[in-house]
């Protein structure tokens, strides 16, 4: 059976047993010269591919491997000034030692003989995580889930690199890349900073430089503030709680405002949105939102330690049902009726339902059940008729469970079994007692 990923279209590996192999670069002389792009012997530089504030990427072919490459080079107004181009060295050389699956390996660091330094790394054929972002409406599963499971391999690169001592401090959808095949990269380490050590420039480093550092829509207040031994690791959690509030309200944590200059002062401030106000339209799991309410709290020492345990409780939120079959009801539609018998349990992924019984031809709501919530789970384990109408208020979505998936999760052949079912029927003969009671709920 053929694979469906692979794709028809690319080039079959070839071996031709010269070195350098020929190739003419589409960039004209004159553009060379007036932008100073390196042209190393061995590569073919293709027309620019991006930019940054310093650096931009060209697209290269390794006429010796036969490979494609991506070659960054420091602009030319900034390669004259040492400040720049010890940082833009120091960037090639943190990079090329954190060699991690999700960091883009480098291949080689050099200087030009017109002094432009510039190096050489993987090509990464997909999408920024912003692009793959705006391809998918905040609320839906595809992005809460595909989104959560990109940020997990984001998060296991931060603590690799946490570890040998470097953090990012610059975290931002634009900067983390996804392949076509499901590989996440996180890019960009220009204004990484060394935890453990000193570059060999000292405080002058560029590293070290004061003043804001980062993106500021997903900066951290103390990054903001401009102190550099302010900032540690849990500048990166930050960074990585505000790409979580992203994934799930569509906006970052200082909210929407054209003018970047207004995102900087509620960075400095510390003026953290609400997660819940942010998703209050979209109807978001509470159990996610509050995983982005610790990361991204304006107190470093009241967030996550490490990136590694808001790994593990945005892993956890997933194991929590993320993997169940879905459902969707419109507004007004009924989920089940009270007296259907029962064959799934549900949990509630978006949207909110209501839950009431008839009592002499009268609704009598029993509750409200928000997002992150179950119901139905006493039919299923009692095998019992519904005790209750649900109906959807909102556009909701749930994840549906059956009988053998909860049988299997729970281990209710056995012991348990047994256990949960007796605790089930305590409850249910309890709320038969407050039906013949004539009891209604809230009196």
């Known amino acids: ?3 469906p990923f692979l794709d028809d279209d690319v080039p079959p590996v070839r071996v031709i047993e010269a070195i350098p192999v020929d190739g003419t670069s589409p960039l004209r002389p004159e553009e060379i010269a007036r932008e100073k792009i390196p042209t190393p012997a061995h590569l073919v530089i293709g027309p620019e591919l991006a930019r940054g504030g310093m650096g931009h990427v060209h697209p290269a072919t390794d006429r010796n491997l036969l490979r494609p490459v991506a070659m960054k080079r420091l602009d030319k107004d900034y390669a004259s000034q040492p400040f720049y181009r010890d940082g833009f060295v120091a960037e090639a050389q943190m990079t090329g030692q954190l060699e991690h699956p999700n960091i883009v390996p480098v291949h080689e660091l050099s200087i030009d003989e017109r002094g432009i330094p510039f190096f050489t790394m993987k090509l990464v054929q997909g999408v920024s995580f912003d692009a793959w972002l705006r391809r998918r409406q905040p609320g839906t599963i595809e992005r809460i889930e595909g989104g959560i499971e990109i940020l997990l391999k984001v998060c ?6 946490h570890h040998r001592g470097v953090i990012h401090r610059d975290l931002k959808p634009a900067n983390i890349m996804v392949g076509d095949f499901g590989q996440v990269y996180l890019m960009d380490w220009g204004l990484a900073k060394l935890t453990r050590g000193q570059p060999a420039s000292g405080a002058g480093a560029l590293m070290n430089a ?11 207040p103390e990054q903001a503030r401009g102190v550099p031994k302010d900032v540690d690791e849990r500048a990166d959690v930050f960074g990585m709680g505000a790409l979580l509030f992203e994934v799930l309200a569509g906006q970052g944590p200082y909210g929407r405002h054209p003018d970047g200059g207004v995102i900087l002062a509620r960075a400095k401030a510390g003026q953290v949105g609400s997660i819940d106000e942010a998703c209050k339209a979209i109807a978001v799991s509470r159990r996610i939102r509050a995983v982005v309410e610790r990361a991204t709290n304006p107190d470093p020492a009241l967030r996550y330690p490490n990136v590694t345990e808001m790994k593990d409780a945005m892993r956890a939120f997933l194991h929590g049902g993320m993997h169940l079959p879905t459902k969707t009801f419109a507004p007004g539609e009924i989920v089940f009726r009270e007296g259907d ?5 549900y949990m509630i992924v978006s949207g909110r339902c209501r839950a009431y019984r008839t009592v002499s031809g009268q609704e009598e709501t029993l509750s409200m059940i928000e997002p ?4 139905g789970e006493m039919a299923l384990i009692l095998f019992e008729p519904r005790a209750a109408t649900v ?10 469970l059956d009988q053998a998936t909860m049988n299997e999760g729970l281990g209710l052949s056995g012991w ?3 256990l949960v079912r007796a ?17 209604r709920r809230g009196s």
């Open 1 to 3: 059976m053929a694979n």
């Open 156 to 161: 296991d690169a931060l603590a690799y690199a």
């Open 210 to 220: 004061r003043g804001p550092v980062g993106t500021p829509d997903y900066m951290a």
């Open 341 to 345: 018998k029962g064959d799934a349990a």
């Open 372 to 375: 992150g919530e179950a119901f």
């Open 391 to 400: 109906v959807a208020v909102d556009q909701v979505t749930v994840h549906v």
């Open 416 to 418: 348990t079994g047994a």
């Open 423 to 439: 605790l089930a029927q305590r409850f249910a003969d309890l709320e038969q007692i407050v039906r013949t009671s004539g009891l």
